[in-house]
Every structure is written in structure tokens, then in C-alpha cells.
């Protein structure tokens, strides 16, 4: 089953901005993010992917124009209880700091 989800955007005139999202199968999901500035000309842009490899167990991954790279682990500990652990980092120095780690735990009722 393949769905795809066009959307566009504009912010406060300044900023014109669109994405594409595409499931490719029960599995794997895509996405592609543009941006575009108009007093600077700036653009942006970002890749992610998801894959589902279980009905509880889910990874992601993402890459942005300015070289951050993004990863997650989803795991269902139980119904009603979601971990996530997350990372960014800057690929562009990997040595220098700025890198960032997340966990979060969601919960339903």
C-alpha cells in the first residue's frame, strides 16, 4: 500500500516552504522537506526515512542541507507505554560539541 501527502506553506510572507511524503510499503516511510527565505535568498531542505522493523520496533534516520544527521530508536514497551532515544549530530565536526541525545517516554491512558 503507497500513499502519498503533498503540502505547502508560507510564513508571515517571508518564507515559502513545501514537503512530500511518501509510505512505500507497510514498512517504510520517506520524506522530503523544502524551504526557501525570500529577504535572503536562503534555502533549506531535509531527507528522513522510517522503518518499521516490527509491529513494536521502529528506526529513523534524517539529513538536513546544513549537515545534521538525525537517528531514532521507537520501541512499544508495552500498550500504552512508547521509549524513544534520539541523536543529533553536527556531520559537518564531528569532534566539536553541539551534538544532542533524547529519550522520551510516551504515555497513553
Known amino acids: ?35 526557501w527565505t525570500t529577504g535572503t535568498n536562503q534555502t533549506r531542505f531535509a531527507l528522513a526515512s522510517k522503518y518499521q522493523l516490527d509491529s ?26 512508547k521509549l524513544t532515544l534520539s541523536a543529533l549530530f553536527e556531520a559537518r565536526n564531528l569532534n566539536a560539541g553541539g551534538h544532542k541525545v533524547g529519550l522520551g517516554l510516551e504515555l497513553e491512558g
Open 1 to 35: 500500500m503507497t500513499s502519498e501527502l503533498l503540502d505547502n506553506s508560507k510564513n508571515d510572507g517571508n518564507e515559502v516552504g513545501g514537503s512530500v511524503y511518501h509510505r512505500i510499503n507497510d514498512r517504510l516511510e520517506t520524506g522530503v522537506q523544502l524551504a
Open 56 to 81: 513494536q520496533t521502529a528506526i529513523g534516520a534524517k539529513v538536513n542541507n546544513i549537515c545534521q544527521v538525525g537517528l531514532s530508536f521507537q520501541q512499544l514497551l508495552r500498550p500504552g507505554f
